[in-house]
């Protein structure tokens, strides 16, 4: 079983949704698997800003996640509301980027047969 494959992180942010810890349109990312391995990549779309954001572990069979936002080719200027709506907005990208870090560290201990530490 590859460490991240497409089914299984759907199968997170299914998992994410359904506990309401936070909102945004996140889905997984169509990737070429890479030695037979999924790398694991979930997009993060913003409402309230032109920058993309992504969320990827940092390699392969490591637990440990990043929330990445790329250059962003304009300009963006908003008002206070705004504001506070992209802070929600980045706040749930950090919420689901713990999540699937904690479901990473899970997910491996399992697969060593071994129960993770709480």
Request: proline residues 7%.
């Amino acid at each position: 079983m590859p460490f991240r494959s497409k089914d299984l992180l759907q199968s997170w942010l299914e998992e994410f949704a359904a506990s309401g810890a936070g909102g945004g349109t996140a889905y997984v990312a169509d990737q070429e698997p890479v030695d037979g391995v999924d790398s694991g990549l979930v997009i993060f779309p913003l409402a309230n800003a032109t920058t993309s954001v992504y969320l990827a572990p940092i390699a392969v069979g490591v637990p440990d996640w990043r929330v990445t936002f790329e250059a962003q080719p304009e300009v963006t200027e908003l008002s206070p509301e705004d504001v506070y709506d992209l802070c929600r907005e980045i706040a749930n990208a950090a919420d689901l980027c713990a999540f699937l870090q904690r479901k990473s560290v899970e997910h491996m201990a399992q697969l060593a047969g071994e129960v993770p530490s709480a």
